[in-house]
């Protein structure tokens, strides 16, 4: 499978910053889609590529933190490197606490911003891996029976087949049955590996 390019989204109203960390990112091999407004980018923002955010603080109509604020409202994951030429500490702390990767206070160095580039691309991987594993875990969940569910549930809880058919009004044979299939199913090769799949997707161990 063809994997989708990283891409830099860039938001800055001063053309000479845009025109100048556009002809460094691509210089050091990354595409850009560079814009003055945060409505030129919101129109053209595709959340399915994966990649970064570099936003200017300091922007027109609304400031960079309100677009990004706006962003995660609309449940959009972005790794965001914030730059400014303000660096006062509320800001920069506010920017930290939302998620920004990095908080770079202009000028910086050329280094420093490709650093922090680096760092967004990497993470929006780990995020876009991580929603992704999730995704055909949940999918496969949804082909459990009611009773293979349960099943699942008091196996992440820990419980041995005996103690599960006993909770469940049932046999032990009957348990192991389901049991086999959960697995088979899920595609879990171990009970850990089984557990591990059910905490990625957020299944709760049945309560005694």
Known sequence: MTMTPAIVYLVDDD??????LTRLLRASGYEVRAFASPDEFLDQHDAAIPGCLVLDVSLPKWNGLDLHDRLAASGVERAVVFITGNGDVPTSVRAMKAGAVDFLIKPFGE???????????EKDGRTRRKRSERSSIEDRLATLTTRERQVLEHVVAGRLNKRIAVDLGTVEKTIKVHRGRVMQKMG?????????????????????
């Open 188 to 208: 879990a090769a171990s009970v850990v590996d089984l557990v591990r799949m059910a905490d990625v997707a957020g299944v709760r161990p049945a309560q005694p």
């Open 15 to 20: 053309p000479g910053v845009l025109k100048a």
């Open 111 to 121: 280094h420093e911003l490709l650093a922090a580039v680096r760092a967004a691309v």
